[in-house]
């Protein structure tokens, strides 16, 4: 796993600086050659917590009176690595985040009134839901959640991995996806992979995965193989629908997200028992 850096077993972190955005191509240049808009990448909404990264995330029905949720991964909880198997829901917390603005500095602290949902089977989740409504935040510091998207990722989309934690950005592309990817003792499906360019290490768990083209989040950072071992902790291998095993050292990847859309009810409750909502259960 993209690991915490304290106490933790695993670790990934993102290094690198945050990429100029390419120069705009004048209004009298040929429709052919206009580059399609993009959505400046930066860290508003983004948060720090003590060992790992996060974002202050909304689903599209989000209302601004609802108690915002911060997303993280199941590996960075306070509570410490979910079991295979084991969901968490609505389990009290008074943790405390650090909220980033646009440039990476450090607009304040909000914090969790409860443990919305957390796992690490199937996918390395966190949610955790804030004594602050997004109103509050917007109100007080300006900031606007970042967006889930409800959409699958597709191959080849240009990525920014945002780092809380580390105040980093890693840009690079969607690889493909691993049917699943197996760490240790736990197993996440349909995982992102980035192409080599997104060099993680520790500290950047937890950090949205934003496409670049829509400024939406399509992934959760949480895991890369570190030194070519086979399915060992550290060193997650992909494994796909025949039960053939790779292993791509050095290569790093991330949860989708989308799944969690349908999972969000009126008020920002984490409802399992939503319509399409495929996120494991207790």
Same mark, same amino acid.
């Given at each position: 796993m993209n690991k915490p850096l304290v106490g933790a077993a695993f670790g990934v972190l993102i290094l690198g600086a945050t990429v100029a955005p390419a120069a705009a191509v004048g209004d009298d240049a040929p429709a052919a050659v206009k580059a399609p808009a993009v959505k400046a990448v /930066?860290?508003? %909404?983004?948060? +720090? #917590?003590? &060992?790992? /990264?996060?974002?202050?995330? *909304?689903?599209? /029905?989000?209302?601004?009176?609802?108690? +915002? #949720?911060?997303?993280? &991964?199941?590996?960075? =909880? @306070?509570?410490?690595?979910? +079991?295979?198997?084991?969901? =968490?829901?609505? *389990?009290?917390?008074?943790r405390s985040f650090t909220l980033l603005n646009a440039s990476g500095g450090n607009a304040g602290t909000v914090r969790a009134s409860k443990i919305a949902y957390g796992t690490m089977t199937d996918t390395? =989740?966190?949610?955790?839901? =804030?004594?602050?409504?997004?109103?509050?935040? @917007?109100s007080r510091y300006g900031i606007k959640a970042l967006e889930l998207d409800s959409a699958r990722p597709a191959q080849g989309k240009a990525i920014t991995v945002v780092s809380g934690y580390w105040k980093r950005m890693y840009k690079c592309n969607v690889d493909g996806f691993a049917y699943q990817l197996k760490e240790g003792r736990w197993t996440w499906k349909d995982s992102v992979r980035y192409t080599s360019a997104c060099q993680t290490i520790g500290g950047t768990s937890g950090s949205p995965v934003v496409? &670049? +083209?829509? %400024?939406?989040?399509?992934?959760?950072?949480?895991?890369? &193989? @570190?030194s070519g071992e086979r399915c060992t902790d550290n060193n997650p291998c992909e494994v796909d629908e025949n039960g053939k095993v790779t292993v791509r050292q050095g290569i790093n990847y991330g949860q989708q997200t989308y799944t969690v859309v349908p999972c969000v009810g009126a008020g920002n409750k984490i409802d399992l028992n939503r319509p399409n909502c495929t996120l494991p259960k207790p």
């Open positions: /930066s860290y508003a %909404g983004t948060v +720090a #917590l003590s &060992n790992c /990264s996060g974002s202050v995330v *909304r689903v599209p /029905s989000s209302q601004p009176t609802d108690p +915002a #949720l911060v997303m993280s &991964n199941g590996h960075c =909880l @306070e509570t410490g690595f979910p +079991a295979p198997g084991q969901v =968490l829901v609505d *389990r009290p917390s008074t390395d =989740l966190s949610l955790y839901q =804030l004594t602050s409504t997004y109103k509050d935040i @917007e496409d &670049n +083209a829509t %400024g939406k989040v399509v992934a959760v950072n949480n895991t890369g &193989n @570190e």
